[in-house]
T-cell receptor, first 109, second 112 residues
Framework: GENVGLHLPTLSVQEGDNSIINCAYSNSASDYFIWYKQESGKGPQFIIDIRSNMDKRQGQRVTVLLNKTVKHLSLQIAATQPGDSAVYFCADHYNKFYFGSGTKLNVKP | DVKVTQSSRYLVKRTGEKVFLECVQDMDHENMFWYRQDPGLGLRLIYFSYDVKMKEKGDIPEGYSVSREKKERFSLILESASTNQTSMYLC???????????FGQGTRLTVV
């Protein structure tokens, strides 16, 4: 299948700091990406998406950056809160909805 | 509210049993998916369906089959359960390929 990977399995940040979660993909034809958040005991939920005609998209406290040249995207969370603790997945929705392996974000109080 | 419902949260089955995992969505979505989630491996696609009676293999279809007789229901079948199929199984649906996926709560299956 398509290769969608995350750079770090675990990320620990201090409450109030900004978090950056990275993801790489392999299919240069991919044109739609989504970041999902999975809290303990739940299925993944949509956070933010980006299409390949954009390089940046902002939501509430979250920003996704897309670099098509190096096939890389990142999720930035501003002023990280304890409720942001979860596993974050990037997903390539071009074809069969391939997911990366996930980064577990730990927020330290 | 959008809803994807998986029939069981927890299941324990014996090796060799035939196991059915059921998933129902109420959004009239075309696409439905089955994933398994294992520590360190993320979500791996088993099968997906883009229409009633249509199915396509994902990355790890071996040992599994699926059934989609009605648009709202997508079943995952383990023909003869094995211990290496112990995992969390997640069902999802989407309106189209370039749209977000909505997930169920997951079924944690243990095969003993």
């Amino acid at each position: 299948g398509e290769n969608v990977g995350l750079h770090l399995p675990t990320l620990s940040v201090q409450e109030g700091d900004n978090s950056i979660i990275n993801c790489a993909y392999s299919n240069s034809a991919s044109d739609y990406f989504i970041w999902y958040k999975q809290e303990s005991g739940k299925g993944p939920q949509f956070i933010i998406d980006i299409r390949s005609n954009m390089d940046k998209r902002q939501g509430q406290r979250v920003t996704v950056l897309l670099n098509k040249t190096v096939k890389h995207l990142s999720l930035q969370i501003a002023a990280t809160q304890p409720g942001d603790s979860a596993v974050y997945f990037c997903a390539d929705h071009y074809n069969k909805f391939y997911f990366g392996s996930g980064t577990k974000l730990n927020v330290k109080p | 509210d959008v809803k994807v419902t998986q029939s069981s949260r927890y299941l324990v089955k014996r090796t060799g049993e035939k196991v059915f995992l059921e998933c129902v969505q109420d959004m009239d979505h075309e696409n439905m998916f089955w994933y398994r989630q294992d520590p360190g491996l993320g979500l791996r696609l088993i099968y997906f369906s883009y229409d009633v009676k249509m199915k396509e293999k994902g990355d790890i279809p071996e040992g599994y089959s699926v059934s989609r007789e009605k648009k709202e229901r997508f079943s995952l079948i383990l023909e003869s359960a094995s211990t290496n199929q112990t995992s969390m199984y997640l069902c999802a649906s989407s309106a189209g390929l370039n749209t977000e996926a909505f997930f169920g709560q997951g079924t944690r299956l243990t095969v003993v």
